[in-house]
């Protein structure tokens, strides 16, 4: 709204009094002072100078040769005050300046029946957009989803609106976006056949010109994870899958297991299968290695075990072209190896002959890295970071996002903590592994690489205390993967003495019982709103008395694989690739502990299927 001494006219300009009858605005007079004020009402007697300083204006203004002045004012009441020497003061009229007006609105509706715009599927459900807010419930009613065509199967579940609102005229609800969520996941590389009926109707009430026909095709699966199967299991008696591992492994002798065509895992397109693999009874220290049976056995062991001492890891192990993976063990041991899933190929993971890119040892038999580099660099410093060059090693391109690696220590003099992570990124706060005095102990990860200028490509490794390394990379994610690694999300903490999770749920809950389950909620927390699986770091503490953990999705069986084998105050910490459950436990995974224990789980990465 703009004051404003124009023409002449009295409420709004100044001018000289006249006594002869010509119009008054031909009368203008420059040089006057012209003060705004403002009053709380048209007739108000309050009415006071108002401050133009926060609207970047000033306040008194001067007329100009013109006899003209301006100012842009908020909504209220307003009049000026003008004066000039030789002149008697003067006031315009009040004038009430009314708000600006920005939600006039009209309601325009299509002459046209609504039509689907577009359909999608990504693993966990399908959405189907409509060009008008369609009635929900007629959408419910006259909607389906069947397998691969109009004969296949219906497909079970519920129709929701992504985003609704209210028909203002009976209550109905509305929504643009409708998505269906089946009782159970969709399979993999499957198209389904999405059916809108004709009597589906819009917000007005008009139907759609007949039944909309449409197919939408789930992605290719990054992860397909399994009911946990035991292939093998070589202590007497017990059962297994595989029927060839009958003895226990000896030293130095290789057992070849088939991986593929059993168990769920089909016979082809397998790029790796993700393996629980463990030791039990071993007859002395020494380490088991994972490999594909038509590659060369790297210097890269997964398992590191001690006399009579059980130990487990979870490894992505790349399968051969036969579909086998081979283990070899240094010393004489029972082997149990638990599949709990499989990476298809082309899926975006591809696994590799495990490759050595540090190893810190200095003796003469320290094995070699793949490429000489990083080879006995000695023990890492107490509270020191170690920057490992990652991209362009062992068979990992330069564009790899991220990479599951092998972290084993050795030869420490106190216990400690070693955490791996992006380089030029906060460190987290729960480690990757706990090591143990003079122990040597193995863990896996899921590690993004940096993608900073100073440090693309690389992974940074924090030690508390003065330890040997080697770390060992059994494959990689591709730009364009589904499997993700993530920033660490604390979901579970029970210590009372802990730093808070991510949403302040499942927190300072204190030790587990023994044979308890602990049900945790995985998806909605973090990034995790369509994941079908996670992948998990899960730490024990301070448990009393020697037990096992077991960690699977919700609703299911419990499975006989153990992840963790703990002993009495022992803390450690390993990595677990799991579905998470469906149907009325969507989203949950369940924690069984044998012994009492604190529990922690973190979610490192995300896969959709």
């Given amino acids: 709204f703009f004051f404003q001494a124009e023409d002449g006219i009295r409420d709004v300009a100044v001018t000289g009094v006249q006594t002869c009858a ?32 926060p609207y970047a204006q000033v306040n008194p203004l001067t007329t100009n040769d013109d006899g003209r002045y301006a100012w842009n004012v908020p909504e209220g009441f307003w009049k000026v005050q003008f004066t000039r020497d030789g002149y008697e003061t003067a006031f315009s009229d009040p004038v009430e300046v009314l708000p600006p007006q920005f939600e006039v609105h009209g309601s325009m509706v299509k002459s046209t029946a609504p039509v689907v715009t577009g359909r999608s599927n990504d693993g966990r459900g399908l959405t189907v957009s409509f060009d008008q807010p369609m009635r929900v419930e007629s959408v419910r009613a006259n909607a389906e989803v069947r397998l691969t065509n109009g004969a296949g199967a219906v497909v079970p579940g519920t129709w929701e609106p992504v985003v609704s609102g209210t028909d203002v005229s009976d209550g109905a609800l509305l929504a643009k976006v409708m998505r269906f969520v089946p009782d159970a996941g969709l399979a993999a590389s499957t198209t389904y056949w999405v059916r809108i009926g004709g009597d589906a109707t819009d917000h007005t009430g008009r139907p759609m010109f ?46 070849t297991v088939q991986a593929t065509g059993i168990g769920g895992v089909p016979a082809s397109g397998v790029d ?20 594909p049976c038509d590659a060369t056995r790297p210097n890269a062991p997964n398992v590191a075990f001690a006399a009579r001492q059980a130990a487990a890891v979870t490894i992505t192990a790349k399968v051969s072209a036969t579909g086998t993976v081979c283990i070899h063990s240094t010393a004489s041991t029972d082997v149990l190896v638990d599949v709990s899933g499989y990476f298809p190929t082309a899926g975006g993971y591809t696994g590799i002959n495990p490759a050595r890119l540090l190893e810190t040892r200095t003796t003469k038999t320290a094995p070699h890295t793949v490429d000489d580099l990083f080879w006995k660099t000695g023990k890492l410093a107490a509270n020191s970071v170690t920057e490992l060059p990652v991209a362009g090693r062992g068979g990992i391109p330069g564009d790899a996002p991220a990479v599951f690696v092998a972290v084993t220590t050795t030869g420490s003099k106190k216990a400690g903590e070693l955490t791996v992570y992006p380089c030029g990124t906060d460190r987290p706060e729960t480690p990757s592994l706990y090591y143990a005095k003079a122990r040597t102990t193995t863990a896996t990860a899921l590690v993004a690489l940096s993608t900073q200028v100073e440090h693309d490509g690389t992974l940074c490794i924090h030690t508390t205390q003065a330890v040997d390394l ?79 953990l077991t960690v699977y999705p919700c609703g299911m069986t419990k499975p006989a694989a153990t992840h963790l084998t703990y002993t009495k105050n022992q803390t450690l910490t390993t990595t677990i690739i799991t579905p998470l459950g469906i149907g009325t436990d969507t989203g949950k995974i369940c924690l069984f502990t044998t012994k009492p224990t604190h529990l922690k789980t973190e979610l490192i990465g995300t896969l959709p299927a």
């Fill in 22 to 53: 010509l119009p008054i605005s031909v009368f203008r007079v420059p040089g006057v002072t012209a003060t705004l004020l403002r009053g709380s009402s048209l007739v108000a007697s309050d009415w006071s100078v108002f401050d133009m300083t």
């Fill in 210 to 255: 007949g039944d909309d026909l449409g197919t939408a095709t789930t992605p290719a699966a990054a992860f397909v994870p399994l009911t946990v199967n035991r292939f093998v299991d070589t202590r007497k008696g017990k059962a297994q899958l595989t029927p060839t591992a009958k003895a226990r492994l000896g030293a130095n002798r290789v057992l």
């Fill in 272 to 291: 790796s299968v993700a393996l629980l693999v463990s030791s039990a009874g071993p007859s002395k220290t020494g380490a088991l290695t994972v490999y």
């Fill in 470 to 548: 080697a770390v060992d990379v059994q494959g990689y994610t591709d730009p364009t993967a589904l499997l993700a690694a993530v920033t660490a999300s604390k979901l579970l903490d029970t210590l009372t003495t802990s730093t808070t999770t991510i949403d302040g749920n499942d927190w300072k809950g204190g030790k587990r019982k023994a044979n308890s389950t602990y049900t945790l909620t995985v998806t909605g927390r973090g990034p995790t709103t369509t994941a079908l699986s996670a992948v998990l770091r899960v730490t024990i503490s301070a448990p009393t008395a020697t037990g096992t």
